[in-house]
């Protein structure tokens, strides 16, 4: 027999894959299957940023790069967020991985061993609570609310901090939920950590693009007094519909970049060449795809919430933000799990478990609405006829 490491027990996982899984698995036995499990834009990546990364591979781009990516990139990225947010970052600062999740893991692992306190939200990214065990750390949960249209209330967050609390993880627009958090609970929020500057913060922006009814985007980044203890997480995958590319960045306080990019360079040595002169192409280049995608799915949006609101014993919130709706299935008298199943196996619609977030996502479900109205429609109506 092998003997793992105990770490390893305390390592969870994303259900999102594995329910892609079975729903393929389905679909390959001849099962009509409607996927509203995953979270990833359903649109194929911009032509002109596919045409960049094919142009760096027939330019030799094939060899390794800077561990923490391109300058150019670097640049771009910092233009970008100065673009965006109004806010100057040095592109020295910036830190390009594969993706979204290598940032969380880093700054997890960076903060994380045993005695010490992480925060996270809950219901939440579910790698953050799994990197959190993981570290040996023990993981906090932010508990967030429908009546807060799951938002993060500042004061539930400063209430927990303890002399043991080294990071708090943010995410708004967020995952699971859709929940954005309004701009007065961050000042708030911000105000509040000038009286822990043992605090790290880590800002999980990654659809800081994906906003509707006229919001724009709160980043952290806008708070110079906390920038010296700031990690803000963005990436290409889901603005851009690159998720397989594997492309992400992070803003690291002047204090992390070295150990960032060491963590980098003990782990994947560099983001491959052609994604990078694709990122490039993707920030600098017209920006009218995303705009198109998240009209999209703002169309999306209100058809599935008021989908849902339509069906017996379920509820749910407006989402502000992201692709994905939060229902509120308690009345229907199912468990998360029990719906998930019954909704794949007798109805063809792959959805998410509101427990896959955290144990505040017991009686929700997750409906991802990544994918066409077409599809949204019949999958809502499927799933009426068996309600
Ligand atoms: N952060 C959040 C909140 C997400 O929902 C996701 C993906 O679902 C990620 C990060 C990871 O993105 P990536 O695929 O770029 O690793």
Redesign the pocket.
């Known amino acids: 027999d092998l003997i793992f490491a105990d770490s390893l027990s305390r390592l969870g996982t ?1 259900s ?1 894959f594995s329910v892609l899984a079975r729903a393929q698995g389905l679909a390959a036995k001849g099962h009509d299957i409607i996927n509203l499990g995953i ?2 834009p359903d649109f194929p990546t911009p032509p002109h940023i596919v045409e960049a990364g094919i142009k760096a591979l027939r330019d030799g781009h094939h060899g390794y790069t800077p561990a923490n990516g391109l300058p150019a990139l670097r640049e771009a990225v910092a233009d970008d967020l100065h673009k965006r947010h109004g806010t100057k970052v040095n592109p020295d600062h910036v830190v390009v991985v ?7 893991f880093f700054a997890v692992l960076m903060f994380g061993q045993p005695g010490v306190e992480i925060m996270f939200p809950d219901p ?2 579910p ?1 953050y609570e799994s990197v959190i065990r993981y570290s040996g750390a023990t993981a906090v949960p932010i508990r967030l609310h429908e009546s807060d249209g799951f938002a993060f209330r500042a004061d539930t967050v400063l209430e927990q901090i303890t002399p043991r609390t080294r990071l708090i993880i943010l ?1 708004s627009p ?3 939920t859709g929940g954005v958090t309004p701009k007065a609970e961050f000042d708030k929020l911000v105000a509040g950590l000038e009286h822990h500057p043992h605090v790290t913060i880590l800002s ?1 922006e ?2 800081s693009q994906m906003l509707y009814d006229g919001r724009t985007h709160v980043s952290l980044l806008q708070y110079p007094e906390i920038r010296d203890r700031l990690i803000v ?1 963005d ?4 603005t851009y519909a ?2 397989g590319w ?3 960045f992070a803003v690291w306080p002047e204090a992390a970049v070295e150990h960032a990019t060491r963590l980098a360079i003990n782990c994947h040595s560099c983001v491959n060449a052609s994604a990078q002169y694709a990122g490039i192409a993707a920030l600098t280049g017209p920006q009218d795809a995303v705009h198109s995608m998240v009209a999209q799915f703002d169309t999306r949006r209100k058809i599935i919430v008021d989908g849902l609101n339509a069906l017996p014993g379920v509820r749910c919130t407006n989402p502000g933000g ?1 692709f994905y709706a939060f229902a509120n299935i308690a009345d229907t008298g199912l468990t998360s799990a029990q719906a998930q199943d019954l909704f794949l196996d007798k109805a063809g619609v792959a959805t998410i478990a509101g427990t896959s977030f955290g144990a505040m996502g017991e009686g929700y479900l997750r409906f991802s609405y990544a994918n066409s109205a077409e599809n949204i429609q019949t999958a809502l109506g499927r799933i009426a006829a068996l309600l």
């Open positions: 994303e999102a979270g990833q594969p993706g979204g999740k290598p940032t969380m939440g990214f790698i995410n967020a995952n699971p999980d990654i659809y997480l990436g290409w995958s889901k690159m998720t594997r492309l992400g992201a």
